[in-house]
């Protein structure tokens, strides 16, 4: 089973950036589609990025395009967000997800591998 970890939240104020990290500990990482996926309090889960398994080919959801980048450093076994330009908005907890590819991704709990989420707080 693989075990996901996310770290790099915070509370930060409104303009600041954050940096989120995700850890999974199966090897199978290297061959693995990743997912970034955030709730937000009494709201849906959201999907925010994917990434395919060499790291080229990355995907946004409209709120995050020109804001996030999503990365991964297969040597490390780590995927991560970089959010810039924080907004009020943007306050969620934020899942990696491991799941199979797909081109409409709709998170679903119970579907892939999940984090336990690392909150992100964005306020003056």
């Known amino acids: 089973e693989v075990q996901l970890a996310e770290s790099g939240g915070g509370l930060v104020q409104p303009g600041e950036s954050l940096r989120l990290s995700c850890a999974h500990s199966g090897p199978t990482f290297s061959s693995d589609w990743m997912y970034w996926v955030r709730q937000a309090p009494r709201k849906e889960l959201e999907w925010v990025s994917t990434i395919n398994s060499g790291g080229y080919i990355t995907f946004y959801a409209d709120f995050a395009k020109s804001r996030f980048t999503m990365s991964r450093d297969n040597a490390k076994n780590t995927v991560y967000l970089q959010m810039n330009s924080l907004k009020p908005e943007d306050t969620a907890r934020y899942y990696c997800?491991?799941?199979?590819?797909?081109?409409?991704?709709?998170?679903?709990?119970?579907?892939?591998?999940w984090g336990q989420g690392t909150q992100v707080t964005v306020s003056s």
């Open positions: 997800v491991r799941d199979t590819y797909y081109s409409d991704y709709v998170p679903r709990r119970g579907r892939g591998d």
